[in-house]
């Protein structure tokens, strides 16, 4: 399934943004494009995105025998909020969707499901004990959320965990962590990943669904506006402080959040609700 892809690259799910369209373009232009489970709402929608994403790719496949479309990824967060993850699930397996990534959690009953048809499953992780828990729970591959990663980023620098991971994991592996140029890409090979994993280049994409603002935003805007917090979600991540400034809060005095209740409220007095008003600079999440 990950051999021979056109291009060593796996763009992230971007929580909200990633649709088909965004998904049909990138595997077209040979990126595996994917997409949170939980962007389609209400649930039904998911099962109508995927008969749209499947069969475009499949006809595109049929009129270009020579160079097909990358395969796409369904990404599913195991968390226990998550309460639509038997339904979501039920419908990977339907589709037989190529590749899952899973956030915050490893379960081998979902690894199971998606091997059930052939299908391959990556684990997104911040340290060398989540990829080890992923791996002995039946993961196929890890995803090494290193850094200066989008969304929920771990802290440890890419040169630690590829060098920590490849001691006792020789399967496949991609890496996040500020990667959006060829040369970035070229750089998490020489380090030993087999793909680069990007988010954040495809938010100011035509395709993605995200406001012009928040386009603009990632194309004139550099790391120095990039705040790392847990307040928003329970889980440390990194946000961009355009957008916490207009939710009526100080991007540099943020109050600690709370990993139990996964507080979406965006802090005590303000309206921002975390998965549509506080922007980052990728959507990905990571165990």
């Known amino acids: 399934m990950l051999a021979n892809l056109p291009l060593p690259i796996i763009g992230s799910p971007l929580f909200i943004m990633s649709n088909p369209k965004l ?23 998911l099962e109508e995105w995927l008969t749209e ?12 025998p020579d160079k097909p479309a990358a395969p796409f990824v369904i990404n ?8 639509r993850l038997e339904h979501d699930m039920a419908m990977v397996v339907k589709y037989k969707v190529p ?31 989540f990829a080890k828990k992923a791996i002995e729970k ?35 592996v991609a890496l996040s962590g500020s990667i959006a140029t060829g040369d970035a890409v ?12 990007i988010g954040t280049a495809f938010i100011a994409t035509e395709e993605a669904r995200a406001s012009d603002e928040y386009k603009q935003a990632i194309v004139a805007g550099s790391s120095d506006d990039i705040v790392y917090s847990n ?7 990194n946000n ?18 709370d990993l139990k209740t996964m507080n979406f409220g965006g802090g005590e007095g303000s309206k921002a609700e975390a998965w549509k008003d506080i922007w980052v600079p990728a959507k990905a999440s990571a165990s």
């Open 138 to 172: 039946g993961a196929d591959g890890l995803i090494e959320v290193a850094a200066g990663a989008g969304g929920h980023a771990g802290v440890k620098s890419p040169f630690a965990l590829i060098q920590e991971f490849r001691q006792w994991f020789d399967g496949p």
């Open 231 to 237: 307040l928003f979600t329970g889980v440390h991540g």
């Open 23 to 45: 998904v049909i373009a990138q595997c077209k232009a040979g990126v595996v494009g994917s997409m949170p489970a939980l962007n389609a709402r209400p649930a039904a929608q």
């Open 53 to 64: 994403i499947t069969e475009e790719l499949a006809a595109y496949n049929k009129a270009n």
């Open 240 to 257: 961009l402080a355009l957008s916490i400034v207009p939710a009526g809060m100080d991007p540099a005095n943020l109050p600690e959040g």
């Open 99 to 129: 590749i899952v990534i899973t956030s915050l959690g490893a379960r081998t009953d979902v690894n199971d499901a998606v091997h059930s048809y052939g299908g391959v499953t990556l684990y997104d992780i911040i340290n060398n004990s």
């Open 76 to 83: 599913q967060i195991m968390h226990k909020s998550n309460d």
């Open 186 to 197: 070229l750089a998490a090979q020489a380090m030993g990943a087999d793909f680069a994993y």
